[in-house]
């Protein structure tokens, strides 16, 4: 696929999406059910596909490529508002 043609692909993406959030947003503002048709797929179902496809060697091959593009890379060391614990409690927030 040419470049032209991803372009044009992601323009309509762009433009369908628009088009589908302002008529999600007028309806909800007018108090009206949503007019958009209830998609054939939920994130759910990709979730069980992906879990089954991602064993073995399509697994191995994803972990050999993503150690080798990471190796050597340091961790981004990011300001955090708090001090964190030298062990994750998991507690969540309080």
Not at 8 to 16: D, V
Not at 56 to 85: C, F, H, M, N, S
């Amino acid at each position: 696929m040419g470049e032209h043609a991803e372009r044009e692909i992601a323009r309509g993406l762009r433009e369908g999406s628009a088009e589908s959030w302002r008529a999600l947003y007028d309806a909800f503002a007018a108090g009206k059910p949503s007019p958009l048709a209830e998609p054939a797929i939920q994130y759910a179902d990709y979730a069980v596909w992906q879990r089954d496809w991602l064993q073995g060697a399509v697994l191995e091959k994803l972990l050999k490529y993503w150690k080798r593009q990471l190796d050597g890379v340091e961790i981004l060391q990011l300001p955090t508002d708090r001090k964190r614990p030298t062990t994750p409690m998991y507690h969540g927030a309080r």
